[in-house]
T-cell receptor
Framework: AQSVTQPDIHITVSEGASLELRCNYSYGATPYLFWYVQSPGQGLQLLLKYFSGDTLVQGIKGFEAEFKRSQSSFNLRKPSVHWSDAAEYFCAVALNSGYSTLTFGKGTMLLVSP | GAVVSQHPSWVICKSGTSVKIECRSLDFQATTMFWYRQFPKQSLMLMATSNEGSKATYEQGVEKDKFLINHASLTLSTLTVTSAHPEDSSFYIC?????????????FGPGTRLTVT
């Protein structure tokens, strides 16, 4: 069965500093890959997704992620973090079929210090 | 963008009672809806998938008689926790897809916090 690992439970970053959140997956083939953000009182919002093609994916709010097949990773990055980015971030995978369901990692809580 | 709402946002009930949570797609028709359960510091665990007009498909280990799911229309799905116990306390999140085959167009509600006393 596919699985997703987010090794960092929480990360603290200074405002204006760069950010990288790690995500590794375990699956026999390249799955569809997603990053979601969850803010209190709001539903999960899709930041970006990778299906195929260019391994560097641009998303909303200035986020990007890079798919590395050799490392089974899909790390999320942002060059300069804003205080409003403080939230919980979930990496998710799905079988490479539109009918498939999402499998989520345990999430990484991002704290932004002034 | 597509919006999914849940009601109530939080509920407290007594052990042994039942509670219903509603999930609505506000500006689109959702042929497929999902119910997740989220524990603190844990990932979202898929409980069941429901397609409009048909019975829900439950994930392994989820008691279908305890967690009743109804997807009676293209904009509404309900989750009823029957004979609730304290261990059912959790954060329940629904999600809706524009169509069954569009995993990348899945939209999430804000969640419902259930506390069973």
């Amino acid at each position: 069965a596919q699985s997703v690992t987010q090794p960092d439970i929480h990360i603290t970053v200074s405002e204006g500093a760069s950010l990288e959140l790690r995500c590794n997956y375990s699956y026999g083939a390249t799955p569809y890959l997603f990053w979601y953000v969850q803010s209190p009182g709001q539903g999960l919002q899709l930041l970006l997704k990778y299906f195929s093609g260019d391994t560097l994916v641009q998303g909303i709010k200035g986020f990007e992620a890079e798919f590395k097949r050799s490392q089974s990773s899909f790390n999320l990055r942002k060059p300069s973090v804003h205080w409003s980015d403080a939230a919980e971030y979930f990496c998710a995978v799905a079988l490479n079929s539109g009918y498939s369901t999402l499998t989520f990692g345990k999430g990484t809580m991002l704290l932004v210090s002034p | 963008g597509a919006v999914v709402s849940q009601h109530p946002s939080w509920v407290i009930c007594k052990s042994g009672t039942s509670v219903k949570i509603e999930c609505r797609s506000l500006d689109f028709q959702a042929t497929t809806m999902f119910w997740y359960r989220q524990f603190p510091k844990q990932s979202l665990m898929l409980m069941a998938t429901s397609n409009e007009g048909s019975k829900a498909t439950y994930e392994q280990g989820v008691e279908k008689d305890k967690f009743l799911i109804n997807h009676a229309s293209l904009t509404l799905s309900t989750l009823t926790v029957t004979s609730a116990h304290p261990e059912d306390s959790s954060f329940y999140i629904c999600s809706a897809r524009l169509s069954r085959r569009r995993v990348h167009e899945q939209y999430f509600g804000p969640g419902t916090r259930l506390t069973v006393t």
